[in-house]
């Protein structure tokens, strides 16, 4: 059985090099991407930061703990969260950004945001290096055409709906070859915008329940045939929470579960609150990994 793991490992996991704004970001080896929300309202509520203070604590916590990516966040996107202005979402933006660029310029940074406008002031005001774009396109219809003219990498989500309306009963024919589908008419359009690094994420909890998040992880393998980086985010989801009856703060040990497994299917970046944990995931699968090499 773990001979079998061993190899599948190797055979799904496709080194990339990633260009962010002319320096090269290597994903020869499985990276973490903590998760900095400045928000009031996010499902994991410890993972809310709103003071000076509290982001601070929580950039050098992300950084300390061995995080190769920091992505900010200022729009909560847990369902049926509250929409805020471009104004509010920015406000909260540059407050963090402000923060995390004295304490570290040279960080690489990614911004959690589906506005073209707030994209486009993170990258040109704060050297933001990578957009993550939780609605693939489909809020903004600009944002491609943005990205592309800014030239740093794009995450590429999966989402059914908005985040106001995105678990009000999901349906899907086959969850896999829709969101296949999905990814392959984007694909497109964004390389013909002229986006060159591309990132896929399928959106564990966007727009899906438990058995099309769980039809997803059984198949992720079949993302492999776009031959681009894949990113997974599960930290505390209800996907983890809700199957064994337990809440978000709850959820570490269910999240290490399942990192491990995205990792032995080949993923990238694994995005997280949990900083420390998920660095031992990725430390102890590339043990497995080195030790059948």
């Known amino acids: 059985m773990w001979a079998d793991l061993e190899r599948e ?44 203070n509290e982001i601070g604590k929580r950039i050098r916590q992300i950084v300390t703990e061995g995080a190769s990516i920091i992505d900010i966040g200022a729009y909560s996107s847990r369902p049926n969260a509250e929409d805020i202005s471009t104004a509010e979402e920015m406000k909260r933006l540059r407050q963090g950004l402000d923060i995390l660029r004295k304490l570290y310029p ?30 693939g396109g489909k809020l903004d219809s600009r944002m491609f055409k943005t990205v592309a003219q800014l030239g740093v990498p794009y995450i590429l989500m999966h989402m059914k709906g908005t985040p106001q309306t995105m678990q009000q009963a999901p349906y899907y024919g086959n969850v896999v070859k829709e969101v296949c589908s999905h990814f392959q008419g984007s694909i497109h359009e964004l390389q013909d915008a002229g986006v060159k690094d591309i990132i896929l994420d399928p959106g564990f909890g966007f727009g899906k329940t438990l058995e099309h998040n769980y039809q997803l992880l059984h198949d992720l393998e079949e993302l492999h045939q776009f031959h681009l ?30 990192n491990t497994i995205s990792l032995l299917k080949g993923v990238h970046i694994l995005r997280v609150h ?14 497995l990994k080195n030790n059948h090499v």
Do not use: H
Not at 21 to 27: E, K
Not at 237 to 256: D, H, R, V, Y
Not at 275 to 281: G, L, M, P, R
């Open 9 to 52: 490992t190797m055979q799904n996991f496709i080194p990339y090099t990633l260009d962010l704004r002319g320096r090269a970001f290597s994903l020869s080896q499985p990276k973490v991407m903590g998760i900095l929300n400045v928000t009031p309202d996010s499902f994991f509520s410890a993972s809310r930061t709103q003071t000076i």
């Open 106 to 135: 040279e960080a690489i940074v990614s911004v959690d945001t589906f506005r073209a406008d707030v994209a486009k002031m993170c990258v040109e005001e704060y050297n933001v290096q990578i957009v993550n774009d939780i609605s």
């Open 229 to 258: 980086p894949l990113l997974t985010g599960f930290s505390r989801k209800s996907m983890i929470w809700k199957p064994l009856g337990i809440t978000p703060e709850e959820a570490l040990n269910g999240t290490t579960v399942l």
């Open 274 to 287: 949990d900083v420390k944990e998920c660095i031992e995931v990725v430390k102890l699968t590339q043990a």
